[in-house]
């Protein structure tokens, strides 16, 4: 049983064999139906248990669909029908309870102290579906869509962020550690990386680039990144913060400062953030990127079971 919760804490060998196998399922699930079982049904009759704190559509639909495709079940709570959330149950019995009933939790929560807890209490894998500070699954998910269509590994490409420093921008430094991939940030003044996660990367040899301007950021770069600049449940002066990022919008003039054949990538739902040209565009691959969580979350699925070939 292995847990899947933050990418830097994941060997980079065991999440190339992810992005592998991932490729592998995808490459044999051509003219399948959406529920049909790969033919291997490497975890029949386990069943995924899913729940959610915050609002979810894509990480939702592909975990419950990648389960199904690897002919598990799948199960999903919602936290205010709970004992949980009306103070009558401690996380540590809820641990028991789902390593009793499931097979795999998978949580988008609103507390890191949470899955730390679950963590230390579950007996069956946990997977961060999506936390405040990091969204390993969404971007190892990037990951193997920008290999897929770059058709090199990410190592030799040039990556770029252009917005708020976020959990998913978190996760994509770890990656860049990982996955040994430069990264460009770019951002306004006050709103950079978290100082111990950069502290964190440089010394494992990551390569990672501050800018506080948006076109600099993106020049020559290879894939450019953005996401909302007001999160979900973001506790700010959105007026304010909205404002900030005005200069921090990805146009069709901030790509031109990219490689001709750049792409652009957004984990959605989208805002302000980018212009309805590029989202819209032929650079913008947005829509095959959301679909390949499917692919990858089946093989972090068989990551945390130990059936990874």
Same mark, same amino acid.
């Given at each position: 049983?292995?847990?899947?919760?933050?990418?830097?804490?994941?060997?980079?060998?065991?999440?190339?064999?992810?992005?592998?196998?991932?490729?592998?399922?995808?490459?044999?699930?051509?003219?399948?139906?959406?529920?049909?079982?790969?033919?291997?049904? @490497?975890?029949?009759?386990?069943?995924?248990?899913?729940?959610?704190?915050?609002?979810?559509?894509?990480?939702?639909?592909?975990?419950?669909?990648?389960?199904?495709?690897?002919?598990?079940?799948?199960?999903?709570?919602?936290?205010?029908?709970?004992?949980?959330?009306?103070?009558?149950?401690?996380?540590?019995?809820?641990?028991?309870?789902?390593?009793?009933?499931?097979?795999?939790?998978?949580?988008?929560?609103?507390?890191?102290?949470?899955?730390?807890?679950?963590?230390?209490?579950?007996?069956?894998?946990?997977?961060?579906?999506?936390? @405040?500070?990091?969204?390993?699954?969404?971007?190892?998910?990037?990951?193997?869509?920008?290999?897929?269509?770059?058709?090199? @590994?990410?190592?030799? *490409?040039?990556?770029?962020?252009?917005?708020?420093?976020?959990?998913? *921008?978190?996760?994509?430094?770890?990656?860049?550690?990982?996955?040994?991939?430069?990264?460009?940030?770019?951002?306004?003044?006050?709103?950079? @990386?978290?100082?111990?996660?950069?502290?964190?990367?440089?010394?494992?040899?990551?390569?990672?680039?501050?800018?506080?301007?948006?076109?600099?950021?993106?020049?020559?770069?290879?894939?450019?990144?953005?996401?909302?600049?007001?999160?979900?449940?973001?506790?700010?002066?959105?007026?304010?913060?909205?404002?900030?990022?005005?200069?921090?919008?990805?146009?069709?003039?901030?790509?031109?400062?990219?490689?001709?054949?750049?792409?652009?990538?957004?984990?959605?739902?989208?805002?302000?953030?980018?212009?309805?040209?590029?989202?819209?565009?032929?650079?913008?691959?947005?829509?095959?990127?959301? *679909?390949?969580?499917?692919?990858?979350?089946?093989?972090?699925?068989?990551?945390?079971?130990?059936?990874?070939?």
């Amino acid at each position: 049983m292995k847990h899947f919760i933050n990418i830097k804490d994941i060997p980079s060998k065991d999440l190339k064999k992810i992005i592998l196998d991932a490729k592998r399922r995808k490459t044999k699930r051509k003219n399948f139906n959406t529920l049909d079982s790969d033919k291997d049904s @490497p975890l029949k009759g386990k069943l995924l248990i899913q729940m959610f704190e915050k609002s979810s559509l894509r990480t939702r639909l592909s975990f419950y669909i990648a389960i199904k495709q690897l002919n598990g079940g799948a199960l999903t709570l919602r936290s205010d029908e709970l004992h949980l959330s009306k103070g009558g149950e401690s996380l540590s019995d809820m641990a028991k309870i789902i390593s009793t009933f499931g097979n795999a939790f998978m949580l988008r929560t609103d507390s890191e102290q949470k899955l730390e807890v679950l963590k230390k209490h579950m007996t069956i894998p946990l997977i961060n579906g999506l936390s @405040p500070k990091s969204h390993p699954t969404q971007v190892l998910s990037d990951v193997f869509t920008i290999e897929e269509i770059k058709k090199k @590994p990410i190592s030799k *490409l040039q990556i770029c962020w252009i917005g708020d420093s976020n959990n998913v *921008l978190n996760s994509l430094i770890e990656a860049s550690v990982k996955f040994s991939f430069n990264l460009n940030v770019g951002c306004p003044k006050k709103y950079e @990386p978290n100082k111990n996660l950069l502290s964190w990367a440089k010394k494992n040899k990551g390569n990672i680039k501050i800018f506080y301007d948006s076109k600099k950021a993106a020049k020559g770069s290879d894939v450019i990144f953005t996401d909302k600049v007001i999160s979900m449940n973001d506790e700010v002066n959105k007026v304010k913060k909205i404002k900030d990022f005005k200069n921090f919008k990805v146009t069709p003039e901030v790509m031109k400062y990219a490689k001709k054949d750049a792409i652009f990538l957004h984990c959605l739902p989208r805002g302000s953030e980018v212009s309805n040209s590029v989202f819209l565009g032929k650079q913008s691959k947005v829509f095959e990127q959301a *679909l390949n969580r499917i692919y990858v979350q089946k093989s972090i699925l068989l990551y945390c079971f130990k059936k990874l070939r």
